[in-house]
């Protein structure tokens, strides 16, 4: 069955390091889509991508955080300058189509700690 | 904005049924969907309705009732392994919006 995959799976970095999340989606899913999860809390939206592009984004998704998809498997998080509070569990998720969007299959995560 | 209320913890007995409720309040609604997470594990899609009713799938099914604002998860036979958070989340009807906006979950313990 095809699924979702992320690495690292786990990323320690020090606070004010640039990090890139890495995540392959499904390959015939269209929409992509990065959430977080702090140890505990729920899970919130950061981003959707659909076309080469972002289609919406969370408060949380400020201008420290960007997306890339740069090549037809890979989709990518970057965080420009980490603070404390990033630390957190990545998810990236796809779904094959917009009628399908409320099903959104997620990778296993990366957790990412900063110090 | 959106807000999801859902129970933060419930336990039952294996082999019993469990219903876990959500509210939401939604500036636009498209669906209520449900998703189990296990402790370290990623959040896996479970079932999903945009009409009012009933959705079976299995051992699970969920229930909407978009006058009320409110849906429920039932379990049935419960299982061991049923032990996970359940979280519902809603998918906002605006144009162009694909985003799933969690509630905090309900963690589900099932003894013996």
């Known amino acids: 069955e095809p699924e979702v995959t992320q690495t690292p799976s786990h990323q320690v970095t020090q606070m004010g390091q640039e990090v890139i999340l890495r995540c392959v989606p499904i390959s015939n899913h269209l929409y992509f889509y990065w959430y977080r999860q702090i140890l505990g809390q729920k899970v919130e939206f950061l981003v959707s991508?659909?076309?080469?592009?972002?289609?919406?984004k969370s408060e949380i998704f400020d201008d420290q955080f960007s997306v890339e998809r740069p090549d037809g498997s890979n989709f990518t998080l970057k965080i420009r300058s980490t603070k404390l509070e990033d630390s957190a569990m990545y998810f990236c998720?796809?779904?094959?189509?917009?009628?399908?969007?409320?099903?959104?299959?997620f990778g296993p995560g990366t957790r990412l700690t900063v110090t | 904005g959106q807000s999801l209320e859902q129970p933060s913890e419930v336990t039952a007995v294996e082999g019993a049924i469990v219903q876990i409720n959500c509210t939401y309040q939604?500036?636009?609604?498209?669906?209520l969907s449900w998703y189990q997470q296990h402790d370290g594990g990623a959040p896996t899609f479970l079932s999903y309705?945009?009409?009012?009713g009933l959705e079976e799938t299995g051992r699970f099914s969920s229930f909407l009732s978009r006058s009320d604002s409110y849906g429920y998860l039932l379990l049935q036979e419960l299982q061991m392994k049923d032990s996970a958070s359940y979280f519902c989340?809603?998918?906002?009807?605006?144009?162009?919006?694909?985003?799933?906006?969690f509630g905090k979950g309900t963690k589900l313990s099932v003894i013996p």
């Open positions: 991508f659909y076309n080469n592009e972002i289609s919406e």
């Open positions: 309705n945009a009409l009012d």
């Open positions: 998720a796809s779904s094959e189509s917009s009628t399908a969007t409320y099903e959104q299959y």
């Open positions: 989340a809603v998918r906002d009807s605006g144009a162009g919006s694909y985003q799933l906006t």
């Open positions: 939604t500036s636009g609604f498209y669906g």
